[in-house]
């Protein structure tokens, strides 16, 4: 049956905004594939309405295939969605830092027991001795984790802040990007902030991300909660899990 030029994009548009109930683009459907399935471990998706991982990937634009590196993976809430959304052609390098390793439990292991996430490459380095080769990477996530850098566990720092920055610069390839979130801390608050409230300032992040060579690409208020007065730690019981959070996209 022929169709009309016209009524064939009308058509391949309807289809597309249909797919996985409106999800754009396979990446999107990949991510939200990643959220459903099956083996996914049990009370993830508990912290899915607070962290909103489909958008924020969205907003990151991620894409099947790419080669990621995520920097303070944590107990692999993230290292799960971003192995299964980039596919058997992409790879994950989940990173985490020797001094917060205390803070992880089993997590990571349990993450990669039996190579149940076959893409993906467990680092335990500091901020600022990334295990990625030059140019290797497409992106780079940072998802509340900046503030790290003012944080000493046991008097012991996890990296040199402006080496942390130009490393990420070092691994990405041209036109890879680094997505940074963070808890919002109030201005002039400085990287102190990260010891103390476990808070930075976008501001800072820029900044430093600008001096590595990263240049923003774009922002959202996509995490943003306006009624968080900022001064409070994060693990604040009236605020914890309500932090207002900054949202950027960096580009080398």
Not at 192 to 200: F, N, P, Q, Y
């Amino acid at each position: 049956m022929y169709l009309s030029k016209k009524l064939a994009i009308n058509i391949l548009a309807g289809c597309t905004l249909a797919l996985a109930g409106g999800i754009a683009n396979a990446a999107d459907a990949n991510v939200a594939a990643a959220l459903s399935h099956s083996d996914r471990p049990s009370g993830d998706a508990d912290a899915d309405a607070k962290r909103m991982p489909a958008q924020v990937l969205a907003f990151a634009g991620l894409e099947t295939g790419m080669d990621v590196l995520e920097l303070e993976a944590g107990g692999g809430y993230y290292t799960e969605i971003l192995s299964r959304s980039v596919g058997a052609g992409g790879s994950v390098i989940l990173q985490h830092a020797p001094g917060l390793m205390g803070f992880v439990g089993d997590g990571i292991d349990l993450r990669t027991a039996n190579n149940r996430l076959s893409n993906v490459t467990v680092s335990i380095t500091q901020f600022d001795d990334l295990d990625a080769a030059d140019n290797s990477i497409d992106m780079v996530t940072w998802i509340q984790g900046p503030h790290e850098l003012g944080f000493e566990p046991d008097g012991n720092s996890l990296g040199d802040a402006a080496g942390s920055f130009r490393e990420i610069a070092r691994v990405l390839k041209p036109g890879g990007v680094l997505v940074a979130s963070d808890h919002q801390a109030p201005a002039g608050a400085g990287l102190e902030a990260g010891g103390t409230l476990h808070r930075i300032e976008e501001s800072w992040v820029t900044e430093m991300a600008e001096a590595a060579g990263l240049s923003v690409a774009s922002t959202s208020d996509l995490l943003k909660n306006s009624d968080d007065p900022l001064t409070d730690g994060v693990f604040a019981p009236a605020i914890r899990g309500k932090t207002s959070q900054f949202l950027v996209l960096y580009r080398k």
